[in-house]
């Protein structure tokens, strides 16, 4: 049992942390673990009245996680350990008196902790001491690596969010970003925003996939979300390929390419079913479409347009939307949903209530 233990917890070892590709719908206990975990502080989150406090509560889980990772894969080699440890008792001096005193051998050993006061004098009791023994240095060695890694990923994904508040706004909106983009004669700097967006999206592909972890990161600055940043983005082009005339469309089109691959990956991961919906409405098109003419753009007749933006926003706005929901991201313009914030309309009750 401890040996089968072991070999388990190597194997998620090593398809959480050593595996240096997306390991998408691939089994691993620990994630298995943590997203269980997540339904349950999520639910505590957004029952808080204070958006501020929600936020910070949410915010702690990427951090917390990792830590809950490594302990939870620790305390299992511990057992693990334990186990093998308690069937070679006959080769430990003194003999451990009991199962406790042959996990308190194992804990002492992986830390390492040990003060001597037993001692391996078989060669099997000698050979799993020694594993033991390297097993919590590379443990160590690994979580060092990964919080590397992890926070490297992190930082790079934050700047380019950060970058896009001031030409899309924050909450950050795919019109108001083509908007400025005219209003102000920055075509250039649409184009490369379209380019720097298509490598954010592949960087996110690789890194997030390969570390899930990453995803219950939350971006730092107020009225800023990785997720509705990068849907801003994904409208903008949309609505370039779709409603109006522009230079910067074979950007638009390459940075959505990279754009859907990304949701596909995702909705593939999470099992998330995509609809042939555009989740916009009709009126709220037809509004962005009026807002992109006055700021200069030339754009299609309104019911080509329309159905083109409509196509081709299905392929990516269910699944985003239902991963902004599972992460309780606060919605911004066209992404998100808000029925996971039940406590906005508890907080009007207690106000009205208050006023009466």
């Known amino acids: 049992g401890g040996l089968i233990l072991c070999l388990i917890i190597f194997y998620d070892l090593f398809q959480s942390v050593v595996l240096p590709r997306p390991a998408v719908n691939k089994f691993a206990l620990v994630r298995f673990v943590l997203r269980r975990i997540w339904v349950g502080w999520r639910w505590l989150g957004n029952r808080m009245s204070s958006i501020s406090r929600r936020e910070t509560w949410l915010a702690a889980f990427g951090p917390v996680g990792v830590l809950t990772m490594f302990g939870l894969w620790g305390l299992a080699l511990v057992l693990g350990y334990s186990l093998l440890i308690d069937g070679l008792r006959d080769q430990i001096h003194p003999p451990p008196a009991n199962f406790g005193t042959s996990l308190y051998f194992s804990a002492t050993t992986l830390v390492p902790l040990s003060y001597g006061d037993l001692v391996p004098i078989g060669e099997g009791a000698r050979f799993v001491i020694f594993a033991e023994s390297a097993t919590g240095v590379i ?39 083509l908007e400025n983009a005219a209003e102000h004669g920055m075509h250039e700097e649409l184009v490369s925003t379209f380019d720097e967006w298509r ?72 099992n998330y079913r995509r609809f042939d919906d555009p989740i916009v409405e009709r009126s709220e098109f037809d509004q962005a479409r009026e807002r992109l003419g006055k700021a200069g ?14 196509r081709l926003r299905s392929r990516y706005a269910s699944p985003l939307n239902q991963l902004a929901q599972q992460l309780s991201i606060i919605p911004a313009q066209w992404i998100g949903d808000r029925t996971y914030l039940p406590h906005l309309e508890r907080g009007r009750g207690r106000r009205r209530r208050r006023e009466k």
């Open 139 to 177: 443990l160590a060695a690994l979580a060092i690596t990964l919080l590397f890694s992890l926070y490297g990923s992190f930082q790079a994904r934050e700047e380019s969010v950060v970058t896009l508040d001031a030409i899309a706004g924050a909450p950050p909106s795919g019109v108001q970003l």
């Open 199 to 270: 490598k954010w999206a592949a960087m996110v592909l690789e890194s997030h996939l390969a570390y899930p972890i990453l995803l219950f990161f939350r971006s730092s600055h107020d009225n800023e979300a990785w997720l509705n940043s990068f849907g801003a983005v994904m409208d903008a082009a949309t609505l370039v390929m779709s409603t109006v005339d522009d230079k910067s469309e074979g950007s638009a089109r390459l940075m959505a390419k990279v754009g859907n691959h990304l949701v596909e990956d995702l909705a593939w991961y999470f």
């Open 297 to 310: 753009y030339r754009c299609h007749g309104s019911e080509d347009a329309w159905k083109e933006f409509a």
